[in-house]
């Protein structure tokens, strides 16, 4: 897992190579000043580390199936003797794993 | 009621921007309520985020004090609900804009408290996103920026993209 540190270093190159950047204020188009480039970069490490730390939430949210289709895999199990819910919820967490 | 939503400020895209501000020097602080409305955005980069922050004295804020709660209705996948405490800036998408040639990013967000500097500045969002594969993005909720102190206006960015085009635009609520 990178660091916040490691990760402001990502967000200052990608934000380097980005430039020229330019807000829109006052119905003109203004190159960011420095204040905005160091924000840029800041806000650009921030939401990389969310994303590394909190991530697997909205990843595994996505994964899951919906919860009538979780209550039919349920219903299946009982009747089949099958244990097709308790993998699906397996497979989710395991291919979004929770950060160490 | 005619003339009840009076336009405060507006912002026309129509070269890549990463951000854009509404307010500052244009602010009205004659209005409790205040709606922002953005039409058709644009974004250079997939699944970039569109955040939001409130303006200062014309500065935007970025300490760590935006809270958010939201649902997220999407067209291929389970609902979400989503929830941004302590950020710095208000996530108004969930997954991200698209680069898609039909893909683009509408929504409405009132704003309350805005010029009262002893309470919160409160948001609701509404958004409608079309994005990558042609799935559709809707977001209900709302977002509180917990620093009691006055503002005057709102900064989008697309951050680590740009904003390629869009319409930007502030209404004060007529008393």
């Not at chain 1, 950047?21 to 905005?36: A, G, H, I, P």
């Not at chain 2, 020097?25 to 409305?37: E, G, K, P």
Request: glycine share 6%.
């Amino acid at each position: 897992m990178a660091t916040l540190e490691e990760l402001t270093t990502e967000a200052t190159a990608e934000i380097e190579a980005a430039k020229p950047l330019y807000k829109q204020v006052n119905k003109e188009r203004l190159e960011f000043t420095d204040d905005d480039y160091a924000q840029a970069v800041t806000d650009l490490a921030n939401s990389k580390w969310n994303e590394q730390e909190f991530g697997y939430i909205q990843a595994r949210q996505e994964a899951y199936g919906s919860i009538a289709d979780q209550l039919d895999m349920q219903y299946w199990d009982k009747v089949n003797g099958t244990n097709t819910w308790q993998e699906h919820i397996a497979q989710v967490k395991s291919d979004n794993p929770k950060p160490a | 009621m005619a003339g009840s939503l009076i336009k405060i400020d507006e912002e026309i895209v129509t070269s890549a921007v990463a951000s854009v501000e509404l307010g500052g020097t244009d602010w009205d602080s004659s209005y409790d309520v205040y709606q922002l409305v953005i039409s058709n955005m644009e974004m250079s980069l997939n699944n970039a985020q569109i955040r939001l922050k409130f303006l200062a004295g014309g500065t935007p804020q970025s300490t760590s004090n935006y809270d958010e709660a939201s649902k997220v209705l999407v067209s291929n996948t389970t609902f979400a609900n989503n929830s941004l405490p302590n950020y710095s800036a208000f996530v108004i998408t969930y997954v991200g804009a698209s680069t898609d040639t039909n893909a683009r990013f509408n929504s409405n967000h009132f704003l309350f408290n805005m010029n009262n500097a002893s309470e919160y500045s409160f948001m609701t969002q509404e958004t409608s996103a079309f994005k990558n594969g042609a799935v559709l993005e809707g977001k209900q909720g709302g977002g509180v920026y917990t620093v009691a102190e006055a503002h005057n206006g709102v900064e989008i960015t697309a951050l680590g993209g740009n904003v390629t085009a869009g319409t930007f635009t502030l209404y004060g609520l007529k008393k």
